[in-house]
């Protein structure tokens, strides 16, 4: 059985940080690329970062310079630090793991940005 537990959502002050983790079992995470999706009411769910098995990564032109991804093969986790958060930023945000045609998805976490 695939599960992806996302965790560390929350309130945050803007220009404060957060740090997503995504736990990862019932497959070969290494071989996956992972990515951190997000989603706000009556948007398409968008790509916000992602991490191929080699480690090249890729961002969303709105989170550069602020989101950083990284990945740990032997904890099976994928992280997203936020920082420099922006009330823009405020979504449910979904962990991702895919390969050859396999996709799961990760039941998401809220990221509220707020003063």
């Known amino acids: 059985q695939v599960q992806l537990v996302e965790s560390g959502g929350g309130l945050v002050q803007p220009g404060g940080s957060l740090r997503l983790s995504c736990v990862v079992s019932?497959?070969?995470?290494?071989?996956?690329?992972m990515g951190w999706y997000r989603q706000t009411p009556g948007k398409q769910r968008e790509l916000v970062a992602a991490?191929?098995?080699?480690?090249?990564?890729n961002y969303a032109d709105s989170v550069k310079g602020r989101f950083t991804i990284s990945r740990d093969n032997v904890k099976n986790t994928v992280y997203l630090q936020m920082n420099n958060l922006k009330p823009e930023d405020t979504a449910v945000y979904y962990c991702?793991?895919?390969?050859?045609?396999?996709?799961?998805w990760g039941q998401g976490t809220q990221v509220t940005v707020s003063s």
């Open positions: 991702n793991a895919r390969w050859s045609g396999s996709g799961y």
């Open positions: 019932g497959i070969s995470f290494a071989a996956y690329t």
């Open positions: 991490i191929t098995s080699g480690g090249s990564t």
